[in-house]
C-alpha cells in the first residue's frame, strides 16, 4: 500500500498498521530551505506564483516521507478575491486593506469570477497533482466563513474580534448577508480544488472558540454544513475547529467526513466516544517539536501505542507546526511513525 492509498483507507477507516502521515502548515518557515526562498521572493509572491507555491508545497516531502501534501496558499486569498486585499503587519499579524463597516461594504464584496481571480491555486494545484501522481495524497484546504469574517469585519487580527461578535450578536442580518456571499465563495472555490484532483479538502474554523457554545451553529458551523452539502462530491471534507472535546457532536452535525483534533483534546479517549470507523486526525502538541529528538519518539510512541492502530487515525499535531520547530525533531517524528509496527 503506497502513501496515497493509505492515506485514502484511514479517510475510509480501513487502514492496517502505522497511521499515515502529514502535518498542518507543514510547509514552512521552520525549514532553511524554505525561509532562504521567502527571503528572495516575499510570501505573497510565492502563493500567487504557481511554480513557487508547488515547490514550497513539495518542500517537506523532499526531506521526509510524509504520506501527503498540503497546497501552500493562504486562507485570505478568498477575502482579496472579493475585493478585500490583506497583508502583514511588521511586528506579526494580517492587515486587511479595510475594515467591513457597512452595507455598501458587503455590496462591494464580489463572488462572481472568484475562480477566474483564483486561477493561480488551480495551476498550483495542477502542477502538484502532475508531480505526486498516485503515490502521495494532495490536500486542498480553505478558511471556514466564520474564521474569514472574524479578518474581514475587524479589518485584520484583532484579540477576541470584538466587532465581528457585534456584528453577530446585534446585527443579524447584515452578518448573515456577510456569511452567505463567503459561503458562496469558499464552496466554488473548494469545488475548483476538487476539479484539480485532491484527495481531501481541510477547511480551518480556527476561531471556533470565540464562538459562545450556544451561539457557535448559527454563527459559524452551519455555514460549514452548506459548503459540504452544495459541493455534490465524495472528496472528504476534514474540518479543523479549534475548540473542546464539549462540542464534538456539534462539530459532526457538519457531516464533515472527519475531525482534525486540537492536541488539547485527548484523543484516545475521544475515540471512544465515537464510530470506530470515523475519521480523527491528530493530534501530538506542536511545541513538542521544539524538544529534542529522544523526547519526540517517546512521547510519539506513546501515543500511537494509545491509539492502538486505530483504522480511522491520521497522525497530524495538534495545530500547525510552528517557525520554532526543530528539524531534527521533525526527523525524529517521521522517522518514528513510518517505523511503527
Not at 516575499?42 to 508547488?54: A, D, H, N, R
Not at 497546497?71 to 475594515?99: H, N, S, T, W
Not at 475562480?115 to 471556514?144: D, P
Amino acid at each position: 500500500m503506497n502513501s496515497r492509498q493509505k492515506f485514502l483507507a484511514a479517510v475510509n477507516g480501513t487502514n492496517q498498521g502505522r497511521p499515515p502521515l502529514w502535518v498542518m502548515r507543514q510547509a514552512g518557515r521552520y525549514l532553511p530551505e524554505y525561509r532562504e526562498l521567502k527571503a528572495k521572493h516575499g510570501f505573497l509572491e510565492m502563493v500567487k506564483t504557481p511554480e513557487l507555491s508547488s515547490e514550497v508545497t513539495l518542500q517537506p516531502l523532499q526531506r521526509f516521507p510524509l504520506d501527503a501534501a498540503i497546497l501552500f496558499c493562504d486562507i485570505l486569498v478568498i477575502p482579496e478575491a472579493m475585493g478585500q486585499k490583506y497583508d502583514f503587519r511588521e511586528g506579526g499579524g494580517i492587515e486587511m486593506e479595510f475594515a467591513l463597516e457597512s452595507d455598501d461594504c458587503i455590496n462591494k464584496l464580489e463572488v462572481n469570477g472568484i475562480c477566474e481571480k483564483l486561477n493561480y491555486v488551480e495551476q498550483a494545484l495542477n502542477i502538484l497533482r502532475s508531480k505526486l501522481g498516485q503515490q502521495k495524497a494532495l490536500l486542498g484546504f480553505a478558511g471556514s466563513p466564520w474564521t474569514l469574517a472574524c479578518y474581514m469585519i475587524d479589518g485584520g487580527s484583532n484579540a477576541g474580534f470584538p466587532k465581528t461578535i457585534d456584528w453577530a450578536t446585534n446585527h443579524p442580518h447584515k452578518f448573515n448577508r456577510l456569511m452567505e456571499k463567503i459561503t458562496l465563495a469558499i464552496t466554488k472555490y473548494i469545488q475548483m480544488q476538487i476539479k484539480c484532483g485532491i484527495d481531501a479538502v481541510q477547511i480551518f474554523d480556527s476561531w471556533q472558540s470565540l464562538c459562545p457554545t450556544q451561539n457557535a451553529w448559527e454563527w459559524s458551523l452551519k455555514w460549514i454544513h452548506e459548503i459540504i452539502n452544495n459541493l455534490e462530491s465524495t472528496t472528504p471534507v476534514i474540518l479543523y475547529a479549534k475548540c473542546s472535546s464539549e462540542r464534538i457532536q456539534l462539530l459532526r452535525k457538519t457531516e464533515a467526513s472527519g475531525l482534525s483534533v486540537s492536541h488539547e483534546v485527548d484523543l484516545p479517549s475521544l475515540r471512544k466516544s465515537l464510530p470506530t470507523n470515523y475519521l480523527l486526525q491528530g493530534n501530538l502538541a506542536p511545541e513538542l517539536l521544539e524538544t529534542n529528538s529522544g523526547k519526540v519518539r517517546e512521547e510519539t510512541i506513546e501515543f500511537l501505542k494509545a491509539m492502538q492502530n486505530d483504522p480511522a487515525h491520521i497522525l497530524n499535531l495538534g495545530h500547525g507546526i510552528r517557525p520554532t520547530a526543530k528539524v531534527e525533531c521533525m526527523e525524529a517524528l517521521v522517522q518514528t511513525v513510518t517505523s511503527y509496527p
